[in-house]
């Protein structure tokens, strides 16, 4: 039975956002749940042709086109569309079977719904599982019911509709926050064979034996079913005398019973108690070390796999997101093909740095990017070369450049095994930064071929007019030198609650009319109305696009369609194209569109923050502090620098972004629970009753935080952490479970890199520090405006990632006057964000310049010196606050006055037929569309706000009146 589920809506502000996020290929899901997990943000599920490279052998099993595949965070889920199959099959029990006995349920499913939301934000997740599941099972009943069709019920009284997976994923949720992953899979299983649904209950079974071959309950339920099938009339006669039996294991794995966890193997404990004791004994991790024990024992069903069988399966293993099996599964088809089947090897990498599975006192870590390190080099050397000499114009407008650029043309045969957006969160020395170019430029050499393999494998062929040249388009607007304004489109997937649009969809209330004329292509969908009204409290940022911007063009119809695409924004006339998604959006980007260069100037920005890689990008906007020209080496782009900051950032501006206090609001009661707004970091403690461990009682001194994805986390900084928490007695370190499956593993090298040797020469570790007990993991907050606030009264300082920084979860921190500790020792544009940002906001003494060294002594002094800390803070709160004129980092109409400055330069430069060249926007009196260089005022924003609603209004009224016309 196939797992996908086609689902329609948009992703939630990955504060990862960012960062989320993913990493891997972000897909919409239709859930409003949480990136990872927790209630509020829907996870985001992943295909094969972002993280995991399609590789050559088999294109069409790989190739997705058109179909967006939800999965869980945590779960291999590829069976996630049998939850829909649980809520509306019906039962195949006789009529005297009663199963309300079975599972006594309430009859309004959206209540139950509700009831389990509201208990598995407040951590009870043993009492939320029960009111989740009554909810799938009455799912069909609240969705579908025709008792109110029937009865004429007034759809406005019925109860509120939700889908299956609102219910289903906090439910198995329930069980992996208590570490019963294994329970939840046997507690699924029996109910399935409880109604008759012998394939999902195998299904279930299946996956929780191989997790846990030994566990108790799950061999319980395999001999019922199966071993006694023959005496028991075989397995599709599910007597009274069986239905007992299976309420038997169904309750003793019920995640409301306290004794479930005894059975077990993998869950004696549950909480952060007990990681610990998981690490004394290795059969007991959850990270490599399990999945290895695991693995031996059903590796003899994989012997007669093929090593591209193997990629295969993993890939599988993957898009329903259990990642440590795909893990193991690539590494054995890089293992089978002595290496030669490269992107299995380098998939293998990637997955083990997603749940940071560094090995043993993290050499596996050091391993694995030497191994990167090694393919990467090997395959520029067989599959990269320069083309150097005089071109003809039609040889460059094949290959998307212009005509005036002089520069040899960059061929690939194939790409390189690894993804560019891989290559952000690996540690590479400097001298091997050049290697991200590489990968980046494999991918854009063949990102429009790819676009053109159909889904039987066939490559089509590309239309002989395109790309468009460049030099036609010049002659064309040549003679329209005087025509006002420029026409700006911006390209993206993400027009919706995604962290890019977060970050800038107030930069459209502010551009002006008379210099611009903005386009919106959006190839993604829009957010769904429940997660609108539900999570995001009825903000709806594409909408407030939509209202603000010229022309909006739901472009979706094109998708899979590049050339139409190129064809329709062509069209449009629109003379500078600006790229949002890079590569951060693989599967739901337009792959290959600027390839066919539809527009005679192109500019990448904001969410891939690496070179494209592309000759036909012709810019790249940044900073002279993010991107110094001694680093133009690593980038294909032009740099257009603009002053204060490249980032575009709204919180200032956007009002249900809450400016940070100077001072915290007391908490009355200790005890009660979190409530926004209120408490200091020591006192909230990042939400743990224990902060500093259950043998040590004083008050946490202070709270150092990271909140991103683990693919961010390496063991080099994780040391650096470990030091700066030894060297502020009583301080604690509040993490993100970003995903939760890496937790274990890095618990795991915490208590590795906190042990010493014996000094009298016994083998074995003694353990000397309790940092375990003094590391926090948080839930992702649902709204991104809550995150963003919680940060204010959870965090003294961020501890950056190097040398992927933190940049949309950066910009929340230092809104709620959090400051940044960050290296500035890299050369990655993705890791020098933070530094440029400290520079601009006056808090350049954050910045690590000499590395990781000054990066401790740095966070350590903040945490030990009281009075600088409170300085540096008020600084930067003085920075948020500031008001007539704003602060220039968070001033949103000056940084639009630069941008559209910076627009005016490079689009003259085209007209003149100059070869593109670094352009720097620097702010001078009375430049032009420079404007007040202190700042903008209320007034002024006011003002340029106004005159861009007057323009849309009568466009509106002009659009109207046309269409009128056009009718008569």
């Keep these: 039975m196939s797992a996908a589920i086609t689902c329609d809506l948009g992703v939630s502000p990955d504060k990862q956002l960012d960062d989320s996020s993913d990493t891997r290929c972000t897909i919409t899901v239709n859930f409003a749940f949480a990136n990872d997990g927790a209630i509020g943000r829907r996870p985001r599920t992943m295909c094969s042709k972002r993280g995991v490279n399609t590789v050559n052998f088999n294109w069409k099993r790989h190739r997705r086109r058109n179909t967006k595949k939800t999965s869980l965070h945590h779960f291999i889920l590829a069976s996630l569309l049998l939850s829909v199959v649980l809520s509306i099959i019906p039962p195949t029990l006789s009529s005297s079977d009663d199963l309300s006995e079975y599972m006594p349920i309430d009859t309004n499913g959206y209540s139950n719904l509700q009831q389990g939301t509201r208990l598995f934000q407040q951590g009870q997740y043993d009492q939320a599982s029960n009111y989740l599941w009554r909810a799938v099972l009455l799912h069909s009943q609240t969705e579908h019911s025709s008792s109110y069709i029937n009865n004429g019920v007034d759809v406005d009284d019925r109860p509120p509709s939700y889908t299956v997976d609102e219910a289903f994923a906090p439910f198995l949720q329930c069980y992996l926050r208590l570490h019963k992953l294994v329970d939840g899979l046997v507690f699924i299983s029996a109910e399935s064979f409880a109604r008759g649904q012998f394939e999902m209950g195998e299904l279930y079974l299946r996956q929780a034996l191989e997790r846990d071959a030994g566990h108790e309950e799950g061999r319980r339920l395999e001999k019922l079913i199966f071993q006694d099938a023959t005496a028991d009339g075989g397995k599709s006669a599910i007597g009274k005398d069986k239905l007992e039996k299976l309420k038997e294991i169904r309750d003793r794995v019920d995640a409301s019973n306290p004794k479930n966890g005894e059975n077990n193997n993998n869950n ?197 007019d395109l790309p468009y040249s460049v030099k036609e388009m010049r002659k064309k607007y040549q003679k329209q030198m005087q025509q006002q304004p420029i026409k700006v489109g911006f390209v993206a997937c993400g027009f919706n609650s995604k962290a890019v649009l977060y970050l800038s969809h107030d930069i459209f209330r502010f551009f002006d009319p008379s210099l611009v004329e903005i386009h919106i292509f959006s190839t993604g969908p829009p957010d769904h109305p429940n997660f609108i009204h539900g999570t995001m409290r009825g903000v709806d940022w594409r909408q407030r696009v939509i209202d603000t911007v010229d022309y909006f063009h739901d472009v979706r119809r094109y998708q899979g369609d590049h050339t139409g695409l190129a064809r329709y924004i062509h069209k449009q006339e629109i003379q500078i194209l600006i790229e949002w998604d890079g590569y951060a959006r693989q599967g739901e980007r337009a792959a290959g569109l600027m390839a066919l260069r539809p527009c005679p100037v192109q500019i990448l920005h904001q969410e891939f923050l690496m070179t494209s890689g592309a000759q036909y990008i012709d810019y790249i906007i940044t900073d002279k502090v993010t991107s110094p020209l001694r680093l133009e080496h690593l980038y294909t782009e032009k740099f257009l620098y603009l002053p204060n900051h490249f980032f575009s950032k709204g919180h200032a501006v956007q009002k249900e972004v809450v400016p940070p206090s100077f001072e915290y609001v007391p908490k009355e009661d200790k005890d009660a629970p979190f409530q926004l707004g209120v408490g200091s970091p020591q006192v909230n403690a990042c939400l743990s009753s224990n902060p500093l461990g259950s043998d040590n009682h004083e008050d ?135 530094t440029s940002a400290n520079v601009v906001l006056g808090l350049e003494e954050l910045n690590a310049y000499n590395g990781i060294n000054e990066y401790e002594d740095i966070a350590i002094r903040l945490g030990n010196d009281e009075t600088w800390f409170s300085t540096i803070r008020s600084r930067l709160i003085a920075t948020c606050l500031q008001k007539n004129p704003m602060h220039p980092y968070w001033d949103v109409p000056r940084y639009v006055r630069a941008f559209e400055r910076g627009l005016r330069m490079i689009w003259e430069s085209f007209l003149d037929g100059s070869a593109p060249d670094h352009v720097e926007v620097v702010e001078v009196e009375g430049a032009y569309g420079c404007g007040n260089i202190s700042g903008t005022t209320e007034e002024e924003l006011v003002a340029r706000e106004t005159k861009r609603i007057y323009t849309k209004k009568n466009l509106l009224i002009e659009t109207k009146e046309s269409n009128a016309r056009s009718e008569l």
């Design 700 to 834: 946490v001194s202070f709270v150092y935080c990271n909140f991103n994805k683990f693919l961010k986390h390496n063991p080099q900084t994780m040391r650096s952490w470990i030091r700066i928490l030894q060297e502020v007695p009583n301080s604690i370190l509040c993490l993100l479970e970003n995903p939760i499956e890496g937790i274990p593993n890095l618990r795991k090298f915490v208590s590795e890199a906190t042990v010493s040797p014996q000094s009298d020469g016994i083998e074995g570790n003694v353990f000397i520090s309790n940092i375990n007990d003094r590391i926090h993991f948080l839930q992702w907050e649902q709204n991104p405006f809550d995150h963003q606030r919680r940060t204010h009264s959870l965090c003294n300082v961020m501890l950056d990632s190097h040398p992927y920084n933190g940049h949309t979860t950066a910009q929340d921190a230092l809104y709620a006057g959090v400051p940044i500790v960050t290296r500035s020792d890299g050369d990655d544009m993705s890791s020098r964000v933070s």
């Design 268 to 464: 004696a404990k549950n909480g952060d108690e007990a990681f610990w004791d998981q690490f004394k004994d290795n059969s007991n991790d959850l990270g490599s070390n399990q999945a290895q024990t695991h693995n031996n024992d059903i590796d003899s069903h994989l012997a007669d796999k093929t090593p591209e069988d193997l990629y295969n399966l993993g890939t599988h293993y993957f898009n329903t997101k259990n990642l440590p099996y795909a893990s193991h599964l690539f590494e054995l088809s890089c293992q089978k093909s002595n290496a030669k089947l490269s992107p299995a090897c380098t998939n293998a990498v990637y997955l083990r740095t997603n749940l940071c599975d560094w090995g043993e006192n993290g050499k596996g870590f050091e391993k694995d990017m030497k191994i990167i390190e090694k393919i990467t080099r090997a395959e520029v050397e067989l599959y990269r070369f320069v083309l150097d000499g005089e071109f003809s114009e039609e040889q460059r407008r094949q290959v998307g450049m212009r005509d005036t650029n002089t520069e040899g043309i960059i061929q690939w045969k194939r790409a390189t095994s690894v993804h560019p957006h891989m290559m952000l969160g690996y540690s590479l020395s400097n001298e091997n930064a050049i290697l991200k170019r590489y990968v980046a430029e494999g991918m854009a050499s063949l990102d429009e071929v790819r676009a053109r393999f159909s889904d039987d494998g066939v490559i089509s062929e590309r239309p002989s």
